[in-house]
């Protein structure tokens, strides 16, 4: 059974299947600085875990799109100290152009529930 929570025209932001739980890509507050944005990106991922009976815990893989690799290090030290010790997922980061010039990170989740 495929479940689908907050399902619009173009996207659910959250997809459970087999125990897995899909997040769509999360963002955080346009024009906000990379610390700032990342932080927020991953409150609003630990929403939609919490919607879905999941926690940051249970992250199986993450996906980091950065609109300058150059921001790397000060999203890193948001990431490391938010992700649970003991609890670091596969993680893939790289360099992309986001849907509008103001983010600088999205964020892409796949956990257990």
């Not at 929570?5 to 659910?12: A, K, L, N, P, V």
């Not at 346009?30 to 991922?45: H, Y």
Request: glycine fraction near 6%.
């Amino acid at each position: 059974m495929i479940e689908r929570i907050e399902t619009g025209q173009r996207m659910s932001k959250i997809v459970k299947h087999n125990d897995v739980v899909y997040l769509c890509g999360q963002v955080g507050n346009r024009g906000d600085s990379i610390q700032d944005q990342t932080r927020e990106c991953l409150q609003r991922v630990e929403n939609l875990l919490a919607k879905a009976g999941s926690k940051p815990e249970n992250i199986l893989q993450a996906t980091i799109w950065l609109a300058d690799m150059d921001d790397f290090s000060e999203m890193n030290k948001v990431w490391d100290a938010w992700v649970p010790e003991g609890h670091a997922p596969a993680r893939a980061c790289g360099e992309a152009k986001l849907a509008s010039p103001e983010l600088l990170v999205e964020v892409i989740i796949i956990a257990a529930y």
